[in-house]
């Protein structure tokens, strides 16, 4: 039996609150698993570091569909 960790974040909108004219996430879907290696790639001002701060829980997003931690056992 394992225990399996899933993120997943559908819809997500997120604009930094000093900036909120300027939306730097617009209806992000990202699933990242326990174990799988997940790269986030592209050009600077794309939007990385943000996801990152996100899932760490740094800021709330502004508008989001769902936002999920599962655990299970495999």
């Not at 909120?20 to 990385?48: F, M, Q, W």
Request: contains cysteine.
């Amino acid at each position: 039996m394992q225990l399996m960790l899933i993120y997943i974040l559908a819809g997500v909108h997120f604009s930094y609150p000093l900036r909120s004219d300027v939306e730097i996430l617009n209806g992000l879907d990202l699933t990242i698993e326990c174990g799988k290696i997940t790269a986030l790639v592209g050009p600077s001002g794309a939007g990385k570091s943000t996801v990152v701060q996100l899932l760490a829980r740094y800021y709330e997003v502004l508008l989001c569909i769902h936002i999920n931690v599962t655990m299970f056992h495999n």
